[in-house]
Structure formats: C-alpha cells, structure tokens
C-alpha cells in the first residue's frame, strides 16, 4: 500500500496570532516546500486538506496525477466544504447536478424564447442528458470537455450533418456558459477552446438560388394559397422562414407599402419595401389586426421534423420538379443535404438585388444581416454580370 504523503501542521507563530487557522507544511508538485492556510481552525478538517494537497503534489512530482484523482478529492470535499461554509456564513452552501442545474436553465429560458425555440432547446438538452445517464447526476463541475466531445462525436457518428451537429452544440453551450458567469463552475468546459466545432465533411456546402423561372414552377404546385403567399415572401423580402411563417398583419402597413420585422435569430429590426408581387397577393387577403397572423394556416408549425415546414417545402420542390444539388448523402440518422432549400429564397433575394446592381450596404440593410462577410456568403453573381465586370477592363 502506497504511503501517505508527509505533512505537518502547525498554527501561526506571532504573538498575537494573525490568523486564527491552520497552516499546512508540504512539498508542492515542484518539490519546493511552502506553506498554505487550510482556512479552518478545526484541527481534524485541516489535516484533511493538508493530507490531499500533499498526495496530489506527490502525484504530480512523481508524473501519476490524473484529472479522475483530482476530481475525486474535490468530491469528497464538497460536505466538508459545505460545514465549513455554514459555519462562516450561517447559509448553505448549494451544489447542483448537471440535470438540475440544466432542466432549471431550460425553466427560466421559458419566457425568454418563442415556443419553437423552446421546444428546439428542450429535445437537445434532453439528449444530451439521456446520452450521460448517470454521470448526469454527478455535480454539474464534475463535467468535462471529454464528455461533452463524445456527444458531439456520437452525433456526428450517427449521420448527422455538422451545421445539425453544431447547432446541437451552441444550445448545450448555453447552460454551461451560464453556469461559469455564475461561479458554479470554475472552467467552462463547453467553451470553443474547450470542445470546437465539427469540420463539414460536404465538398462543396454553397448554396444555389433560385431562377425566376423556378419560382413560378414553385407558385403553381404550392398546394395552398398561404404557401403561395410563403414562397413569395420568401423570394421578394429574403427573410428567413420562421420570420415569413410567423408574420402578423401588425408588421405590414399597406399604406407606406413596407413590412417592419424584427428578426427572431438576431432581433435586428428590418423595414422591407413590399414588392408589387407580393402587395398584391396581401390585397388579395383578408386582413387581420395586430397579432393575426398573416399566413394562419403555416403559422405556429416548426420550421424543422418530418412534420415541419422545411419539409413541406421539399415536397413543393418535388412537386415543381425542381431539383438542387446534393451536398452531402443521406447517412445513418442523418439526412441527405441539398443546395436548395426554402432558405435558398433568402440568397435569391440577396443575389437578384446584387445582380441588379444594388450596393451591397443597402442589401446588408434589408436582409439585416450583421456583417459584410455574412451578406457576401449570401451573394451568387449571375455569369452575365460577371462578363460585364471583365468587359469594363
């Protein structure tokens, strides 16, 4: 059996003391010998402390530390550090699981959230919970960047694409982020330097647009008149498809002809001039107040499931026999990745104006996005103004 390191402990040599705790003597992981408060002035609870400092410093001297030792002292610390707190602040001193902590996070993100997003939240955090089974009622530090990079791996193994695998990881980031603001854990070891994301595996992931030839395929096999109206305010706005589905006749002023949105994945307010096209479907409707939404037959309904709307739009796709390219095969649980989506009406939109020859700040303002870079990834040059730019050398 492997000896005790050696220790002493002694109390503070002044007269009178200046601290009234014990001091433990030991060799550090160097081999130099100092000399720490314990913070305690009960002699049994201090020879506890000096006695783990002095077997890790060992440990790590004799090159055997291992993060499982360290993790093991610091949990059977946890009661003793508990009483002693109690005893200084007359309070308790509350450790929480990694399910507690994280089913509590996801309580108070309730209200904060659309339901959509909420819903999105809960299966993800869900997961991650059911794949750490037990280790998800050890205490919320006792996690590490191993665990979590198994996650993602085993994500990424099961077919998974790595935008669905990443998006995964930014929710699950969240709690973790939180918790380490907080002090409940020393390291956030969830953080990009900690667990980064998964390289795409897709040779080429750039998304196509769509040709106003197309879009016309995509109007007539829309099988209903809320569609038709989605798909062009898709195209002629190039908002994102929770903000389409989920517009309200508040955000429409049919006077000034424009729409006020403020985005639900940036909260960047944007005013979009409302194009003949799609004025005149909106004419067409009848209007409801304030809240009413817009397209009430698609609003309310996830954007992503077997069930969701980007779905639906596929089967529109099918049905128009428009076919994108595929960007990435179907594998595992995974599902096959295409270069035209719904979300491909927002790079239409960016592109046709681009091509149209309107300056890249106006299209950054009305697409709302935060970036030069991001609104250039949205851009596709047609080939003929390419030319032109080549023909004014």
Known sequence: MRNHASFSLNRDAHDPPKSPFWFAAFRDEHGRRVRKSTKTTDRAEATKIA??????????????????????????????????????????????????YINDWLENVKTDVDASTFRSYEMIVTGFLDYLGARADKQIEDITP????????????????????????KVVRIPFKRAHDLGHIPVNVCGPKAVGNVRDDAEDTQK???????????????????????????????????DCAEL????????????????????????????ERLLAWLRKQTRGIERAPVFPTLAGVDTGGRQGLSTAFKRIMKQAKIKGRILREKS????????????????????????????????????????????????????ETLRDAVGKL
Not at 343 to 359: I, W
Request: glycine share 10%; charged share 25%.
């Open 51 to 100: 006695e783990a400092w002095a077997e890790l410093a060992r440990d790590a001297r004799e090159g055997s530390l291992t993060e499982t030792r360290c993790r093991e002292k610091v949990s059977s610390f946890r009661d003793m550090i508990a009483r002693m707190y109690r005893s200084a602040t007359g309070s308790e001193l509350a450790f929480q699981t990694c399910r507690g």
């Open 146 to 169: 191993g665990d979590i990079r198994k996650w993602r791996d085993g994500l990424k193994s099961r077919g998974l694409s790595a935008t669905t695998v990443n998006g995964h990881l």
């Open 332 to 383: 595992g649980a995974g599902r096959s990745r295409s270069s035209l989506t719904f979300h491909s009406l927002r790079y239409s939109f960016n592109s046709a104006l681009a091509n149209a020859g309107v300056p890249q700040e106006i299209r950054q303002k009305l697409t709302g996005h935060a970036s030069v870079e991001m609104n250039r990834h949205y851009t596709r040059h047609e080939i």
């Open 248 to 275: 309200r006749w508040g955000s429409v002023d049919m006077g000034k002809q424009i729409l006020t949105v403020k985005t639900r994945k940036t909260g960047t307010k944007v005013v979009i001039p409302i194009h």
């Open 208 to 242: 196509d647009v769509f040709t106003s030839e197309q879009l016309g395929q995509l109007l007539d096999a829309a099988p209903t008149e809320d569609w038709r109206g989605l798909i062009l305010c898709g195209y002629f706005t190039g908002m994102r498809l929770s």
